[in-house]
């Protein structure tokens, strides 16, 4: 009974909406406000990187925004890998982003954090808006621990498009 309880066992993560500040450094805390991630960001630099480590400080994910394609690209690395990207699609009305990931799907409106995250057809994350003590907080349950580390980079990334393309879109209204 105890393997059938620690194989279903959800891991629930965190993360403060509008998180990204000037200083471009938060933390992705546990249910009991621990931190369990550490995420910086270097704003000032091209191309804008967004460092995501572990407890010990060892980096296990990297976010890259290429400044150099014609729209806006953001590459998910981890530990070396890239794993994920997510573009900007040409388009004339709304702004329209696709998610590249191989074996990897997200379902759901990702635009505000309502999703879940699929490898090869099995869920293995779910992203909510929760209210907590500490903020409104994404809510990331984790069904496949293996996969943590891409979910939480995948996460990060996507808020990473959303400040940026709001960036964006003050910066074009007079």
């Not at 965190?14 to 550490?38: L, P, R």
Request: proline share 2%; charged share 25%; net charge negative.
């Amino acid at each position: 009974m105890d393997h059938f309880n620690y194989f279903f066992h959800k891991a629930a993560l965190y993360i403060k909406q509008k998180v990204f500040s000037v200083s471009g450094k938060f933390t992705v805390k546990d249910a009991q406000e621990k931190d369990v991630y550490y995420v910086e960001g270097s704003f000032m630099q091209i191309p804008k990187t967004f460092s995501i480590m572990n407890t010990t400080r060892d980096e296990v994910a990297l976010i890259t925004k290429k400044v150099f394609s014609f729209l806006p690209k953001f590459l998910v690395e981890v530990n070396g890998r890239e794993v994920v990207t997510i573009k900007k699609e040409f388009s004339f009305f709304k702004a329209r982003y696709t998610i590249d990931a191989a074996g990897i799907e997200v379902y759901g409106n990702w635009w505000d954090m309502e999703f879940e995250i699929l490898q090869n057809g099995n869920v293995v994350g779910k992203v909510s808006k929760e209210w907590f003590a500490w903020g409104d907080s994404y809510k990331v349950q984790i069904m496949n621990e293996e996969m943590e580390t891409v979910i939480i980079a995948l996460v990060v990334a996507i808020d990473c498009v959303k400040a940026d393309q709001a960036a964006a879109s003050s910066a074009a209204t007079p």
